[in-house]
């Protein structure tokens, strides 16, 4: 869900608007009836702008936990494109994608990637060069735990230059 101010009578984005949002992920708990439950703020929205990379570090897949990352396109106007490199103990595993003006989108990290001795997976978000304007975007990643439900989020931090040799051991 991504909300926008928009001016009265009108269907002009509101620049000035202002939002405060916060999202929580429920998981049901093994073994029981119950859920548990991971709160977090919702990004800001110059978290990152323009066609460097970002990279969400800290992240976890392999049987004990489980990663969905996203993708938010904060550009107004322009459908924009990405290419999400999962970085593990394999061999990298890339997915494309394309999101609309004022879109996101959750992606699950397959299950099939090769995790590294410990779990852990370092994602790129590398953003394509057209259109040639610059625009805000975000993207973050969310790790459970399988057993316990203990969840946690790492916002994308934007880097100056991509690739990032990541050492996932």
Same mark, same amino acid.
Request: hydrophobic share 45%.
């Given at each position: 869900?991504?909300?926008?101010?928009?001016?009265?009578?009108?269907?002009?984005?509101?620049?000035?608007?202002?939002?405060?949002?916060?999202?929580?992920?429920?998981?049901?708990?093994?073994?029981?009836? @119950?859920?548990?439950?991971?709160?977090?703020? @919702?990004?800001?929205?110059?978290?990152?702008?323009?066609?460097? @990379?970002?990279?969400?570090?800290?992240?976890?897949?392999?049987?004990?936990?489980?990663?969905?990352?996203?993708?938010?396109?904060?550009?107004?106007?322009?459908?924009?494109?990405?290419?999400?490199?999962?970085? %593990?103990?394999?061999?990298?595993?890339?997915?494309?994608?394309?999101?609309?003006?004022?879109?996101?989108?959750?992606?699950?990290?397959?299950?099939?990637?090769?995790? %590294?001795?410990?779990?852990?997976?370092?994602?790129?978000?590398?953003?394509?060069?057209?259109?040639?304007?610059?625009?805000?975007? %975000?993207?973050?990643?969310?790790?459970?735990?399988?057993?316990? @439900?203990?969840?946690?989020?790492?916002?994308?931090?934007?880097?100056?230059?991509?690739?990032?040799?990541?050492?996932?051991?």
């Amino acid at each position: 869900l991504l909300i926008t101010a928009v001016l009265p009578g009108t269907n002009t984005v509101d620049t000035n608007g202002k939002l405060l949002a916060m999202f929580r992920i429920w998981t049901p708990q093994p073994g029981s009836a @119950g859920t548990t439950s991971f709160g977090a703020w @919702g990004p800001p929205s110059d978290n990152i702008h323009g066609f460097n @990379g970002a990279i969400a570090l800290g992240l976890r897949q392999s049987t004990a936990f489980r990663t969905n990352v996203g993708l938010v396109n904060l550009d107004p106007v322009n459908t924009r494109s990405w290419t999400i490199t999962i970085l %593990s103990a394999g061999t990298p595993t890339n997915i494309p994608i394309a999101l609309a003006p004022l879109s996101m989108q959750l992606i699950a990290v397959p299950a099939t990637i090769t995790p %590294s001795p410990n779990g852990y997976i370092s994602v790129l978000f590398v953003p394509s060069a057209t259109p040639a304007t610059d625009f805000r975007w %975000s993207a973050f990643g969310v790790t459970a735990d399988n057993i316990t @439900g203990d969840s946690w989020l790492n916002l994308a931090t934007q880097s100056a230059t991509l690739p990032v040799n990541i050492s996932n051991d």
